[in-house]
């Protein structure tokens, strides 16, 4: 069993930055893909950022390429999401997710049912 905990969500304003962090433990740790999700009031779980664990694959839906950073601290077990420029079309609950398995491909890695594991999420709302 695998938990993880999400921490950094808040409020922000348009055109600042924030920086969220997941932190993954269990008695063994053996996650091939982590990914960030986020889900606005109303609408679908929507693909944000994914990571290969063991390897240096990222994944980045369009509407965030270039704005946020996915990334990871092996040591810590920790992944974290940059995320800058943010826009109020960010705001939404992001989770953290972590799958035991997975290819390295953007299909699976984008697709929430990949996923074994999901933190509770964080809100993070941007202001306009």
């Known amino acids: 069993q695998v938990q993880l905990v999400e921490s950094g969500g808040g409020l922000v304003q348009a055109g600042g930055s924030l920086s969220l962090s997941c932190s993954a433990s269990?008695?063994?740790?053996?996650?091939?893909?982590m990914g960030w999700f986020r889900q606005a009031p109303g609408k679908e779980r929507e693909f944000v950022a994914a990571?290969?664990?063991?390897?240096?694959?990222?994944y980045y839906a369009d509407s965030v390429k270039g704005r946020f950073t996915i990334s990871k601290e092996n040591a810590k077990n920790a992944m974290y999401l940059q995320m800058n420029s943010l826009k109020p079309e960010d705001t939404a609950v992001y989770y953290c997710?972590?799958?035991?398995?997975?290819?390295?491909?953007?299909?699976?890695?984008?697709?929430?049912?990949?996923?074994?594991?999901w933190g509770q999420g964080t809100q993070v709302t941007v202001s306009s």
């Open positions: 269990g008695r063994t740790f053996s996650a091939k893909l």
């Open positions: 990571l290969s664990w063991t390897g240096s694959v990222t």
């Open positions: 997710a972590a799958a035991r398995g997975g290819l390295a491909l953007y299909r699976i890695a984008a697709h929430p049912g990949s996923y074994d594991y």
